[in-house]
T-cell receptor, first 112, second 113 residues
Framework: GQQVMQIPQYQHVQEGEDFTTYCNSS?????IQWYKQRPGGHPVFLIQ???SGEVKKQKRLTFQFGEAKKNSSLHITATQTTDVGTYFC????????????WGAGTKLIIKP | EAQVTQNPRYLITVTGKKLTVTCSQN?????MSWYRQDPGLGLRQIYY???????DKGDVPEGYKVSRKEKRNFPLILESPSPNQTSLYFC????????????FGPGTRLLVL
């Protein structure tokens, strides 16, 4: 079946350092969505990318969708304690009735 | 307030005792789904529903049932729970389907002894 690989599983950073998580699919995606889950919370939608090569920014967050629409990344500049949580990508596969397949998530941990 | 609600939030039960987790949304969404979340595995879809009386299996449907008799409600039924169904469960809804923004409920943490 379809799979979306997300790395790394964890990333420890000092506050103020940057953070990046990557998602990769073996087949072309229709779109990709990004979600954030705070500790003890539920996933909350951040953004959706649809176009090849698309780049979107939300304050310190930058989202990219690859030219081939097979990979995506989320980059956070100068992390803050409010960024703590797990970031998930979810790829939408047109050839599978637009099924949404989730990456395993990247947990952002801020070192004290 | 637009939201997805789930009940109960926490549940401890024993193997074989039937249980139902309710899910309701007040956004008039066509699409609803159930996920389970396990450490290191992300979110895996159990069942989804594109509309009233229309349900389909997701990636991990074994041991679960659902029904969609009304647009706003999408209960998850475990007829005979087993310990491997211990997990965190999320209900989600969206306007029309998988490709739209998913709105999640607060989650139900289930422990099957």
């Amino acid at each position: 079946g379809q799979q979306v690989m997300q790395i790394p599983q964890y990333q420890h950073v000092q506050e103020g350092e940057d953070f990046t998580t990557y998602c990769n699919s073996s087949t072309t995606l229709s779109n990709i969505q990004w979600y954030k889950q705070r500790p003890g919370g539920h996933p909350v939608f951040l953004i959706q990318l649809v176009k090849s090569g698309e780049v979107k920014k939300q304050k310190r967050l930058t989202f990219q969708f690859g030219e081939a629409k097979k990979n995506s990344s989320l980059h956070i500049t100068a992390t803050q304690t409010t960024d703590v949580g797990t970031y998930f990508c979810a790829g939408c596969f047109k050839d599978s009735n637009y099924q949404l397949i989730w990456g395993a998530g990247t947990k952002l941990i801020i070192k004290p | 307030e637009a939201q997805v609600t789930q009940n109960p939030r926490y549940l401890i039960t024993v193997t074989g005792k039937k249980l139902t987790v309710t899910c309701s949304q007040n956004m008039n969404h066509e699409y609803m789904s159930w996920y389970r979340q396990d450490p290191g595995l992300g979110l895996r879809q159990i069942y989804y529903s594109m509309n009233v009386e229309v349900t389909d299996k997701g990636d991990v449907p074994e041991g679960y049932k659902v029904s969609r008799k009304e647009k706003r409600n999408f209960p998850l039924i475990l007829e005979s729970p087993s310990p491997n169904q211990t997990s965190l469960y999320f209900c989600a809804s969206s306007l029309v389907g998988h490709q739209e923004t998913q709105y999640f409920g607060p989650g139900t943490r289930l422990l099957v002894l």
